[in-house]
């Protein structure tokens, strides 16, 4: 009776559609992004070499941001009325953390995996990291967006800015300097070239973290079991003893 009970298995409803919504719509996004981004970065390698052809692979850039940046506030949103697995107390470490973290990895080297419905402790940190990261492209990429080709929301006032005197905002092309105030635009230049180099290389951070979490993904899956990758289209997870935190977020 004892082992039956050790090797029942149980169905656990976690995640809700919003988050997993969330994590598909992402996960596009970012391969989208990361797609338009590589050829911008190689355009010249690519044969990309008219004005045009420049400015539409960063319209494409910019528009998929925006489904980005707006999914990314309903998550953020969300994580204050959506189910507790959902919640910032279930997503971000707290004080016992670490202490739980350390735990975790000695129970998965004495071979004794600790099952949780939620996030794992490193699965907390892991995705606390993630997000900072999602938060810092979406500004980044906001800003590029009006400082390159004047896209909200901060492209109106950008153009306004730049605009040299007699000349009408709305009339200002990306990558055409011949109606602006050479000051103003050295400015918006040296203003927006950092924050170019932070979005580049929070991309590639992102990338190595996305990467990691796949593989972790898939490591703790096939040890622990909880059918992890499907969890994330049914929102269901198959557990074999007691949750750590079926009684509440650790």
């Not at 990309?48 to 528009?63: G, N, R």
């Not at 938060?135 to 967006?145: D, K, N, P």
């Not at 000349?167 to 040296?190: F, G, H, I, N």
């Not at 593989?215 to 499907?230: N, P």
Request: include cysteine; aromatic fraction near 10%; proline fraction near 5%.
């Amino acid at each position: 009776m004892d082992n039956d009970k050790q090797t029942t298995i149980r169905t656990y409803q976690v995640w809700d559609a919003p988050v997993r919504w969330f994590h598909w719509i992402n996960f596009i996004c970012i391969v989208g992004l990361l797609f338009m981004g590589f050829m911008m970065l190689y355009k010249a390698e690519l044969g990309i070499t008219s004005v045009e052809a420049k400015i539409a692979l960063k319209v494409i850039h910019v528009l998929i941001g925006y489904v980005f940046v707006i999914n990314l506030l309903i998550r953020l949103l969300w994580a204050f009325v959506g189910n507790r697995h959902a919640r910032w107390s279930a997503l971000l470490p707290g004080k016992a953390t670490i202490g739980e973290a350390a735990g975790y990895i000695r129970a998965v080297r004495e071979g004794k995996p600790q099952p949780y419905l939620g996030h794992n402790p490193l699965g907390r940190m892991a995705v606390t990291l993630i997000l900072l990261l999602l938060l810092i492209m979406a500004v980044t990429g906001l800003i590029r967006a009006g400082t390159d080709i004047y896209y909200p929301p901060l492209g109106g006032w950008v153009s306004t800015y730049i605009a040299a005197e007699g000349v009408d905002p709305a009339a200002l092309k990306p990558y055409d300097e011949t109606q602006v105030d050479p000051d103003r635009m050295k400015k918006v230049k040296e203003f927006k070239g950092p924050i170019g180099e932070i979005h580049v290389y929070t991309a590639y951070v992102l990338l190595g973290i996305i990467v990691l979490h796949i593989l972790a993904v898939i490591v703790t899956d096939k040890r622990e079991g909880g059918a992890i990758i499907s969890a994330m289209f049914t929102g269901r997870k198959y557990l074999v003893g007691k949750p750590r935190d079926e009684g509440g977020n650790t």
